[in-house]
């Protein structure tokens, strides 16, 4: 099994930064993607970023230029840096990772979510 552990949620004033930390454990033979998610309160979870093994990114547009992703793939975590957050940018962010256990069978892990509210 694999567990997803993030961190770094809080409340913050509008303009504010946090950063996000995920950590995966557990059996882990590879990961390819891992990314950030995001569900506000009445709305559908939605994509923040992604970044794969080799390091491309992908972000959604209400992000771009504010947020950036990383990843330390010795350590299997990823980083979601926030910049001039916006109180839109409240929700529960939910890490998301594609691991294989063994061979190259992927499985898609998430983690509890992290609660990020931006206060106006």
Do not use: H
Not at 5 to 12: D, I, K, R
Not at 25 to 37: D, H, L, T, V
Not at 94 to 111: D, E, I, K, Q, T
Request: net charge positive; aromatic share 10%.
């Amino acid at each position: 099994q694999v567990q997803l552990v993030e961190s770094g949620g809080g409340l913050v004033q509008a303009g504010g930064s946090l950063r996000l930390s995920c950590a995966a454990s557990g059996i882990i033979f590879s990961i390819n993607a891992m990314g950030w998610y995001r569900q506000a309160p009445g709305k559908p979870r939605e994509l923040v970023a992604v970044i794969t093994s080799g390091g491309s990114t992908n972000f959604a547009d209400s992000v771009k230029g504010r947020f950036t992703i990383s990843r330390n793939n010795a350590k299997n975590t990823v980083y979601l840096q926030m910049n001039s957050l916006k109180p839109e940018d409240t929700a529960v962010y939910y890490c998301n990772a594609n691991v294989a256990s063994s061979g190259n069978y992927f499985r898609s892990y998430w983690g509890q979510g992290t609660q990020v509210t931006v206060s106006s």
